[in-house]
């Protein structure tokens, strides 16, 4: 497989994209008479985390079936024909970003494979930092794979385990891979939930009508009314079984060596959605401390603070709190425009943003405006914004960032593209950034002034208390797949272009 890929440069340079990418979110819901249902509300509520295709699978005590679309959740799964077509009281579904593998159908999650030990169905958002190594050596082994996802290579791996149980198998299966996981599977009688060792993705358990119910934020749960019980612990695996007589039962399992739980920083940067609640803190509120922090660190005399909606909302509103300038909307979002950080190309991104933002001029004419976002990637955004509100008769534009500059690339799932085309990498100094964006002033939040909002204590530089590796470089996984590949090795394999 290898060297025909290496025969065929053309068609792997295509599949091999400047970028990487995040998110997904994942649902699941074992016992319930409208698990589709809900499973497809869950999701909806999870849109945020995968705009590029969804999917769900169900078992109806006999058969699972199977639903996966690329597109948006609305698209199809509002659709009663859609959900009549995944009937049963188990079902499980997922929202697409896709990090390894083109945004095809084959790559669509749910995965399902039919196994010795029955059907199973898998879920997953984050990214393998050895999905690669593996699925060579697989593949040199006989493996056929049917998708260029990383999570595939799960499916195999169980599929090989001499273990007797599904769930045994899934945790054996666990123990060989590495990076970051939140992962759902579904066989005719289990809903199992885990999460990696360092707990980089987050994961709830939650519980609907006594049913269980596995979500990657707790907002998938308060769509639907469900209660949350807990977060899936770091290193922990979650089974969900229906008993012969009905009941449910739900047992832990800690399989791997104890790693330090390291939820990554981002989640509360950007990914989440405010109101939920992440390894038990408030996205809201963390958002917020860092607008109050980052007013602390970095303020400026100005008339109106006006946030980069979504995002840089909530610390918006705490640095206009902390500083006692007054917060307005000085830029209006279409919401009709999906999220401008994770849509596939450049070219796409920088469109994205002309379409999502407008500016409020009555707000902002005549005044010195400070323009809080929550990160700066590319610069595709901040560029666009501060031409957009100066032509909108601001006298001063000041950019206060609410976390810190990113150098590193993410292998763990977050669309950070290579590290020679993120900003802070393509200019030597604030000052020359910040005369590329065209702003008066640009201020990052320090590190210590982010952990601080998130965590209530500055970082321990020697035990972190979250993954930070795109601000600082400490990857906390292996980086396997990363170690002797030369620059312009393709980052994944397919001899198969797909339509659509
Ligand atoms: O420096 P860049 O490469 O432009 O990336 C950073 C921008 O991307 C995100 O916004 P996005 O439009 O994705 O989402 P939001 O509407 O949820 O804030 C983020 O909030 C920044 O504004
Ligand atoms: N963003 C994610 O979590 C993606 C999950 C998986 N790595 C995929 O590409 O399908």
Do not use: W
């Not at 449910?248 to 959605?273: D, G, H, Q, W």
């Amino acid at each position: 497989m290898e060297s025909s890929v290496n025969r065929h440069p053309s068609i792997v340079d295509d599949l091999d994209g400047d970028t990487l990418h995040e998110e997904c979110g994942v649902f699941g819901i074992l016992g319930h008479p409208e698990a589709a249902t809900l499973t497809a509300l869950g999701l909806h509520a999870l849109q945020h985390r995968g705009q590029e295709a969804a999917g769900i699978v169900s078992f109806d005590g006999r058969q699972f079936h199977s639903e996966r679309q690329l597109g948006l959740v609305g698209d199809h799964f509002t659709d009663p024909g859609t959900l009549k077509r995944i009937p049963g009281n188990m079902a499980m579904g997922h929202v697409r970003y896709s990090t390894t593998g083109e945004t095809i159908l084959r790559n669509v999650q749910p995965l399902f494979a039919e196994l010795e030990v029955g059907g199973i169905a898998i879920a997953h958002n984050g990214n393998l930092t050895n999905g690669l190594t593996l699925r060579r050596r697989l593949i040199a082994q006989g493996a056929i794979c049917q998708s260029t996802s990383d999570t595939e290579v799960v499916l195999h791996l169980i599929a090989r385990s001499q273990r007797t149980s599904s769930s045994d198998r899934f945790i054996d299966a666990l123990g060989a891979i590495e990076g970051a996981y939140a992962m759902i599977a579904m066989t005719r009688t289990k809903l199992i939930g885990a999460r990696d060792p360092n707990g980089i993705r987050p994961l709830v358990l939650g519980e609907l009508d006594g049913k269980p119910i596995f979500a990657s934020e707790t907002c998938a749960l308060d769509i639907i009314g469900a209660k949350f019980v807990r977060d899936v612990e770091n290193g922990e695996v979650v089974v969900c079984e229906i008993q012969a007589d009905g009941s449910i039962t739900i047992e832990s399992f800690k399989p791997f060596p104890k790693r330090r739980e390291r939820v990554c920083l981002f989640e509360y940067v950007y990914f989440a959605r405010p109101d939920s609640v992440v390894a038990g803190r408030s996205v809201y509120s963390a958002r917020k401390r860092m607008g109050i922090n980052l007013a602390k660190e970095a303020p400026v005399e100005a008339d109106v603070v006006v946030p980069v909606p979504d995002g840089g909302t909530p610390a918006a509103i705490g640095y206009a709190q902390a500083s006692g300038i007054p917060f307005e909307l000085g830029i209006i979002r279409n919401h009709y425009v999906g999220r401008t950080f994770i849509e596939p190309t450049q070219q796409i991104r920088a469109f994205g943003v002309k379409l999502k933002h407008s500016a409020n001029r009555a707000e902002i004419e005549g005044k010195r405006v400070v323009l809080v976002d929550d990160s700066i990637v590319r610069g595709t955004t901040s560029v666009k914004i501060v031409q957009m509100i100066r032509e909108a008769g601001a006298s001063e534009v000041h950019i206060r960032v609410a976390s810190p500059m990113i150098f590193h690339s993410d292998y763990y799932g977050i669309d950070t593209p290579d590290p020679e085309k993120l900003l802070a990498n393509q200019y030597g100094s604030l000052e020359d950034m910040c005369r590329f964006i065209g702003a008066d002033s640009l201020q990052f939040l320090s590190i210590d002034g982010l952990y601080e909002a998130v965590g209530g204590e500055k970082r321990n530089p020697l035990a972190p208390q979250f993954t930070d590796h795109y601000f600082t470089g400490d990857y906390p996984t292996q980086l396997t797949d990363l170690n002797g590949r030369s620059k312009n090795e393709p980052k994944q394999i397919s001899l198969l272009k797909e339509a659509g």
